[in-house]
């Protein structure tokens, strides 16, 4: 049997004592593998004396991360910081230092990815990052290896795990957003700053990743339209609900001859859908290849076992190639680096969906009649409408629609003159629909 493996662990906290774990408890299991140990040698943190979720015996603890990157007998550092400042500057001194890394940070992969692997290219190491996308859920391999003979058309996921328990949590227990939030972060399934979550920044970093591998296009965060799950009313869940629909939050990446679309927020979503039933802080992704059709995958989106699940796997493929030809290896973004290009993305003017729309209206005679003709002139279809009777002591009636599919320009500047109209009050609601049909 071969000498075990060394390993440098930075971080040592939801994830990273994740992975002491899984080691520790499947090292057997993991040995008969990888054909030999997998042994973490060094892990650095933040505070030393700082109690921990895992039993470090045997690992030498440090402050100082720099120590790992310059240990000659390290082959392998697993990044499990997060955030894009030092984190990026650990990935790139270990890569020039020859060393392999395995990252769970979307951040870092959407933000720099282009960059790491250019040097991990350059310097034939591997760069892994299973655990960044979807949590426990193989995705990455699935787009990456297994989906690799299919031009792959479109994806769409539930892909932030924080986001998911908070919508469950409300609609089917009533929970307030702030409770159901601090429980996330309890769990430990929230980002350092959980605005990421909330806001669809983690989405998104997730989408660049998976819009990269599928399509062959670069890494390009800055491209993607994002909206978070702040801006939901109970009563957005409740009318989608009559209507058959459930409310999740997505992202969606598509290709087609005009080019690419990338969008993260919220959508009404048919409840016959499996993914309409994911609940909780469980991810789903639905992927169509043209050879193969739709595929879904789902499991775990967060949480420290799970996304030791990802971490080590990646930790296992690393190994099992640290003798194989660079050249030989799976490209890090699924495409052969040279053949990596830039495809047009789409504006979101020009993207077309179909929209769920609530307004608040005085409630007179001839209301109905003029938002009908407002949303014809603008060339919109009306699918399903439905008047909520006023409330005890209002004037105002909720008017929900759904429409036919329509370019988002178009709906713009109706809702611009419905907004106009002295009988609406307010803003009006918008939420995009999605029928995920082949
Ligand atoms: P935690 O905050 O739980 O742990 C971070 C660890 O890194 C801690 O041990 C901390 O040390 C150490 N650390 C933080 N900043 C620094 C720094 N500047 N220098 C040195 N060490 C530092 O984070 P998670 O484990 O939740 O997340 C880690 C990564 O995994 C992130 O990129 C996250 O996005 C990603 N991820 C997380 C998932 C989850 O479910 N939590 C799921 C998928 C990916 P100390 O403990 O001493 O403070
Ligand atoms: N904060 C992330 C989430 C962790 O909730 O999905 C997993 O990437």
Redesign the pocket.
Known sequence: MLEPVKIGL???????CGVVNVLQRNTNELTRRAGRKIQISHA????IN?SRLCNTQGIVLTEK?MDLVNNPDIDIVVE????TT?AFELVMKAIKQGKHVVT????LIALHGNEIFAAAQAMGVNVAFE??VA?GIPIIKAIREGLSGNKINWLAGIINGTSNFILTEMQQKGRSFADVLAEAQKL??A??DPTFDIQGIDAAHKLTILASIAFGIPLQFNRVYTEGITQIHADDVQYAEKFGYKIKHLGIAKQSNQGVELRVHPALIPERCLIANVNGVMNAILVHGDAVGATLYYGAG??SNP?ASAVVSDLLDVVRTLTVDPENRVPHLAFQPNAISALPILSLAEIETAYYLRLRAIDEPGVLAKVATILSQGGISIEAIYQHEPKTGQKDVDIVLLTHKVKEKQLDKALNALEALPDVVGDVTRIRLETLDA
């Open positions: 930075f971080g040592l906290g939801t994830v990273g650095s943190v933040r505070n700082k991360p499990l910081i997060g955030g030092r769970a940070n979307k951040a655990a960044a949590g430990g399934y980002e350092a967060a949480g996304t």
